[in-house]
Structures are given as C-alpha cells and as structure tokens.
C-alpha cells in the first residue's frame, strides 16, 4: 500500500465476513459502544490513516481509534524501533514490585520502558514544575489516581463541569456530566459540585459570569460570606480543556483565566484531564498549554499507550502502599510505544503539521459553508484545536446519516456530545489525505441532507 497514492475504495460495506464476524463477536461480548460494523484486518496492508477491512475495502480512518492510535497504523517511526525488540514473556511485568530494563543504560536505553517513559513526561510537563509519575493501565485508571492524591492531599469536596467526561470507574464516573446512561443506577462518591463549563462568548456571559461579589460561579460559591462551600473543604477541581464526549467544546479563555485565579486565591488543585486532548493532538503537547491555567496534576492515556498521573512530589502522597497497580508501570511493550511515540513527535515537528492541517480542514469546511455547498446549510458550526475537529448538525438525526454516509463511502469518523461529529485524523496526515477526507465527508453531508426525519 503506497501513502502518496492510495484513496479510499469501498465495494460493499458492512461486507459478508465483517457480518459474519461482528454477529460471532456478539455472541460473546457484553453490551457495550459499538458505532459501525466496521473489522480492521490486522494482517492487511495499512499504512498513515488508511487501513483494510476483512472485505477488502479500503478505507480512510480520522478516528485514530479514539486518538489512542496518534500516528495512524504502521508509522515507521515506531516499527523502526520496535524492530529489534525480540519478543519476551512476559511483557508485563509487577511493575510497583519490578523494574524492567530493556538494556543500555537508563538515560540512553536501547528498548526504553517504565522509566523513561515517566522521564520522558516529566520533560514534557517541566513548565507546571511536574516531577513525578504514577503509570497506569488506563485514562479512567489515571483519573482515579488523580482524585486519590488530590483527597490524599485534603479535603473532601469537587468541583466538575457540565458535559464532562472523565471514565468509567466508579469514582471518575461520579464527576461525569456528559450523558445520563453513564450514571444513572451506580452510586457516586459524595461531594461533587456540578458547574457550568462556558465555550462560547455567549454561554460565558450568560452562564458562567454572575453578579455576586464573586464575579463567577464557582467564585460566589466559595465567598466568605455568601458562598456555601468552604475552600478548605474543596480537594480539586477537574476540567477537560477541551471536552471530548462532551461535544469538542474548548474552554473560553476568559473562563480558563478565572480558574486560574481561584487556583491562586484559595489554593484549590487543578487536574487537567488529557486523556484524548493530550500528547500532541490541538497542535500542543497538552491542550491545557492554549490556555492561561496552570494545571496540578495531569492525565494522560489512549496514545500514550499507558495511563499515567502527572504532578508533584507535594500533591502526591507520601506513604508507600498509598498508590499501588499490579500492572502500573509495568507493560514493557506499551511503555516502549509511548515513549517512541513521544519521540517521534518531537524528532518529526508533527505539533506543526498538525496545526497546518486542522487549518486546513477547518478551512475547507468553513470554505464551502460560505460558498453554499450542497447539504452545508445543515452545519452548524465547526470548531477544534489541532486535529481535534467538531463538526456540529443541526440535529442528532442528521449527524447520523453523515456518520452512516461517510461510512459508506469508507471514512471513518465517530459522534460526540448530542450531535457533533467528531474528526481524529493521525498526527502525521499530509495535505492530500485532509483533501481526501474533507471531500469525503462534504459528499456525506450533501447525501444526508435530505431525506432525514429533524
């Protein structure tokens, strides 16, 4: 499969073995998110955003598996170094237990692990004077982490914003505020104060700003004298900076602004949750370095590999046995990918490409609502950072057919919030393949504009 050639080519899809293999999965797996009868297979050519489903279609992938595949299938960035890495058992390892060296030395290790991985973050979070990290298997388990040593540092009060989302275990569900069904009928921790999260000039003027003493929200509520919630009793605040379920909603900077002063006023911890807007995906290394907030713990996972907890040796407790994972810090294999990852981001200026290319995705999306392109009326806004991209429909119905249109067509994308769509292409895509996929997605649009029950 040639990059600078190859275009999406779709003869029948969902096809007669995909069928056959989504209703054998089925058999067995528990109810869970499924989108589309969509099968990579794995033994296929694939290459950047493009992959091979087991019907032989070939088709055009912006999800990058929920950013959590950053450099598309097959970059040879990571392969390259992953090549003399023979294959070991096991590859996991007791990691708060163990240490695991992939030879050479710890700073110029040969297969790098664990522990340059966590170096390797530290480096990258030095502005926030971040020095130390906790590993983990997952973003909801590096959210968990994040809260435990927030609690561990006092207090026993939260504060989360509307559309949030944050994982699936039980305590990072408690400050979920995307979607009723992620909720409702499990028990939350206690404590949780749920507020607005303003994007817009218009939701922070009118939702967020108050006319207390305060100035906001959050300000009044924390007010010596007319606030309801003590700041001694508050252990953290956490905010995606920009929501991913919630709809790709970036954080107004004003808004950002004033967290930062209630950060320094009360000394309340912040925790930026990157799980999908981190590692290099808005065009910075961390979403939350756009805006003027300084963040105290940070949470990364899906392209990391890993899930890690990123703050300060004053925020994370001291006890030993206080945070603890079989599996933490300990996958030899995943580590390796992040680390590489993290390299390779680095070493090949993508934090530029993927600037000049969500330019130029927006751009074009922008370009033929302007010029009345066909199905564009349905738009209701684009928006993003980077190559984290929103495109909001008038209504849910009408998000679907694009989904199911594009599909089709073999682009793969994925909904968020109630009924924006949302665009992940790898961090590396060229001009030619956004030129593809924006094309793609504009067929999809004109396809479902009519026809669909708003």
């Known amino acids: 499969?040639?990059?600078?050639?190859?275009?999406?080519?779709?003869?029948?899809?969902?096809?007669?073995?995909?069928?056959?293999?989504?209703e054998y999965h089925h058999r067995y797996a528990a109810p869970s998110t499924y989108v589309y009868e969509f099968v990579w297979d794995a033994s296929a050519e694939a290459v950047g955003p493009f992959c091979t489903d087991v019907d032989g279609?070939?088709?055009?992938?912006?999800?990058?598996?929920?950013?959590?595949?950053?450099?598309?299938y097959n970059n040879p960035a990571i392969l390259e170094r992953l090549e003399g890495f023979d294959p070991v058992d096991p590859t996991k390892i007791a990691g708060q237990d163990f240490y695991v060296s992939g030879g050479g030395t710890p700073e110029v290790s040969d297969f790098p692990g664990p522990t340059q991985l966590m170096e390797r973050l530290v480096d990258l979070t030095d502005r926030y004077d971040?020095?130390?990290v906790f590993l983990s298997n997952s973003g909801a388990e590096a959210v968990e982490n994040a809260i435990k040593i927030c609690y561990a540092s006092g207090g026993h009060r939260a504060f989360t914003f509307d559309g949030?989302?944050?994982?699936r275990t039980l305590g990072a569900l408690s400050l979920n505020r995307s979607k009723a069904v992620h909720r409702t009928g499990y028990p939350e921790i206690p404590g949780v104060v749920s507020v607005p999260y303003p994007s817009t000039d218009d939701e922070y003027e009118t939702r967020w700003l108050t006319d207390g003493p305060g100035g906001n929200v959050v300000a009044d509520a924390l007010h010596a004298d007319r606030g309801v919630i003590d700041p001694e009793e508050v252990a953290y605040?956490?905010?995606?900076?920009?929501?991913?379920?919630?709809?790709?909603?970036?954080?107004?900077?004003?808004?950002?602004?004033?967290?930062?002063?209630?950060?320094?006023?009360y000394g309340l911890r912040v925790i930026a949750d990157e799980i999908q807007s981190g590692l290099g995906r808005t065009g910075e290394f961390w979403a939350v370095d756009h805006l003027e907030l300084t963040p105290d713990v940070i949470t990364s996972a899906k392209g990391l590999r890993v899930g890690a907890t990123i703050s300060r040796s004053d925020v994370f407790?001291?006890?030993?046995?206080?945070?603890?994972?079989?599996?933490?810090?300990?996958?030899?294999?995943?580590?390796?990918?992040?680390?590489?990852?993290?390299?390779?981001?680095?070493?090949?200026?993508?934090?530029?490409?993927?600037?000049d290319r969500g330019e130029q995705f927006r751009g074009i999306l922008e370009d033929a609502r302007a010029d009345g392109e066909a199905?564009?009326?349905?738009?209701?806004?684009?928006?993003?950072?980077?190559?984290?991209?929103?495109?909001?429909?008038?209504?849910?119905?009408?998000?679907?057919a694009v989904l199911e249109a594009a599909f089709e067509r073999g682009l793969l994308t994925l909904g968020c919030g109630y009924k924006t769509l949302r665009l992940l292409p790898p961090l590396d895509v060229t001009e030619r393949e956004i030129d593809l996929g924006a094309g793609l997605l504009l067929e999809a649009v004109a396809?479902?504009?009519?026809?669909?029950?708003?």
């Open 237 to 265: 605040l956490v905010l995606e900076p920009i929501q991913g379920e919630g709809g790709y909603r970036a954080a107004h900077p004003a808004f950002a602004a004033d967290l930062e002063d209630l950060r320094e006023r």
């Open 164 to 167: 949030g989302f944050h994982g």
């Open 375 to 400: 199905g564009t009326e349905t738009i209701v806004d684009v928006r993003g950072k980077g190559l984290m991209i929103g495109v909001e429909f008038d209504t849910k119905a009408r998000r679907d």
């Open 130 to 132: 971040m020095d130390r």
């Open 1 to 22: 499969m040639d990059r600078d050639t190859v275009e999406p080519r779709v003869d029948r899809i969902p096809g007669e073995r995909a069928t056959r293999w989504v």
């Open 447 to 454: 396809d479902a504009a009519d026809g669909v029950d708003a």
């Open 57 to 72: 279609n070939v088709l055009l992938d912006f999800t990058s598996h929920v950013a959590a595949a950053p450099l598309g």
């Open 317 to 355: 407790p001291e006890g030993r046995g206080r945070l603890s994972s079989t599996w933490g810090g300990g996958d030899l294999l995943a580590a390796m990918q992040g680390v590489v990852t993290i390299d390779a981001i680095r070493e090949e200026n993508l934090l530029e490409n993927v600037r």
